[in-house]
């Protein structure tokens, strides 16, 4: 069993940076490809960003590539997303979970919000 708790939202003005966590409890978390999702208001959730299990190969949605930097600790069970150059539109509830995705691994989320 897994579980995974988000952390590190908060409400930023445009151009700012955040910096996500998600920590993972359970002993397979090193062997799952992760990912990033968000759902912004009266939006489907949507795939940001993947980083399979050891690191070494990533991928990210076009709206957010060149600014968004997946990666992880599997000694910490934690990944991270830092999102730089933050846009109004990268305003969402923002997720991590296995990829592809388990339905038992989602978690509260973290809220981020860009505004002036």
């Known amino acids: 069993q897994v579980q995974l708790v988000e952390s590190g939202g908060g409400l930023v003005q445009p151009g700012g940076s955040l910096r996500l966590s998600c920590a993972a409890s359970?002993?397979?978390?090193?062997?799952?490809?992760m990912g990033w999702y968000r759902q912004a208001p009266g939006k489907q959730r949507q795939w940001v960003a993947t980083?399979?299990?050891?690191?070494?190969?990533?991928n990210y949605a076009d709206s957010v590539k060149g600014r968004f930097i997946i990666s992880r600790e599997n000694a910490k069970n934690t990944m991270y997303l830092q999102m730089n150059t933050l846009k109004p539109e990268d305003t969402a509830v923002y997720y991590c979970?296995?990829?592809?995705?388990?339905?038992?691994?989602w978690g509260q989320g973290t809220q981020v919000t860009v505004s002036s």
């Open positions: 980083i399979m299990p050891t690191g070494g190969s990533t």
């Open positions: 979970n296995s990829v592809p995705t388990t339905e038992s691994y």
């Open positions: 359970g002993s397979i978390f090193s062997i799952l490809a």
